[in-house]
């Protein structure tokens, strides 16, 4: 039965619009929801509603704020195997992949209620006998644009700390999974008896995309924005934002490499660039898209990697709990995967796995013989394809790691940590985890990217020094005086 969702969430109500558009299910195209198809007059009414409500809500007290998180948090415990399937259907993810995200939601809502407990500002020392404090305060409204690819945590990182620091906040989904990564949190906080106007979120088809965006970002009501999609989309973001002073929080693209040095423990290094690289079908901006190889290992990891990715079953996550690769989530993802592999094999490259593409499924494939004038080499790829390439020194590892314009995450496997230490400490990334792959994410780290990847960081107190605004507060008791003149 399809669903119908033909309204959004503004100021406390649910609102009809003028149209609705079509969410399928990438896995078959059937018609999975009709979503409100929002425009820039409702996004303006969303501002507005949480404009009117942000006063009230900065002014809740500290434990008021954290007790409705943890509430919202044990309604996404008792909703969960539902959510399960609404990301299993809207978004193309495995069963397994659902269970995961769902388990992460309640540990980040709790994260950001813990948040309200910690230190809001700090005493200075004044030349002149003044106390003299430096405050953060919230900035008021925050637009949230959220991606399609973890649409539940991936709002939830950015929605939980931003209203738990006592903003308010207008929400616009990606049009891929315009029910989890929005309307359901408009369900989930109305349960939660959060007030009306603190969320608001807006639905739009890609056709309203521009209109609604351009409304969020040029709205001098807005204070600051939050994205995590494409590098392209948010330098387009953050230069019309720079235009208007605005803060920007950005999570953006990458091309994560995973080092595996010759000591390594094989195991360890296959699972992590077999997790790394094929999880959700390689959509995901931590995902492994450079697997680099010790040359004395070389053969042999890539036996083992060989050996354990072809287990990995592809298939509509609903038909099967077992299936692990399921849909890219559409035709534009395709052709992109697609255009890099037909550019890798024509310049010598060769699948040792996969390499098959039937519909939106693509099969999980190692490729062996990448070198730097290949897209897939450069470019995000974004889909289940991992080059191994060999190397012969640290250096040479470090280099080819290197060697794009992106930043974002980095692992490292080798027995040695302080080795690892000082590679990770080279890596051009804003994160590097060490026996891990480079797919890692803690409610309570600073989460973010160098270069290309984005700008600030979400998370704990990084989250606080991205959406709220530091002000110097000073009481005189030292008698400082005049100068004489006045």
Known sequence: MNKIFNNIYVGGNWSATSKNFSDFNPSDDTLWAQVADGNRRDTRDAIESADS?????????HSSRANIMNKIAEIFEIRRMEIVEAIQAEGGGSFAKAMYETSQIPIIFRAAAGANYGPIGEVLPSEHGKFSMAVRYPLGVVAIIS???????????????????????????????PYCGGLLFAEIFEEAGVPAGVLNVVTCSRDNVAEVGDELIQNPSVKAIAFTGSTAVGRSIA??????????????????????????????ATAAANFGSFMHQGQICMSVEKILVHENIYDEFLKKFIE?????KVGPPLSNKENIIGPLINDKQVANVKSQLEDAFAKGAKAVLGGNINGRFVDPTILVGVTPDMTVYQDETFGPVAPVIPFRTDDEAIAIANDTPYGLSSGVITRDEKRGLEIANRLESGMSHINCSPVNDEANAPFGGSKSSGVGRYGGRWSAES???????????GGKPFPPMF
């Open 467 to 477: 959406y709220t605004e530091t002000r110097w507060i000073t009481m005189e008791r």
């Open 53 to 61: 409500a942000s006063q009230e809500w900065a002014s809740y007290t």
């Open 239 to 268: 230069a019309k934002a720079g235009a208007h002073l605005k803060k920007c929080c950005m999570e953006l693209g990458g091309k994560d490499p995973l080092i595996v040095c010759e000591d390594a423990d094989m195991e360890r």
């Open 147 to 177: 991606p399609w690819n973890f649409p539940v945590i991936l709002t939830s990182r950015s929605l939980a700390f931003i209203v738990a620091l006592g903003n308010t906040v207008v929400l616009k989904p990606s049009e891929e999974t």
């Open 308 to 312: 354990r990715a072809s287990r990995l």
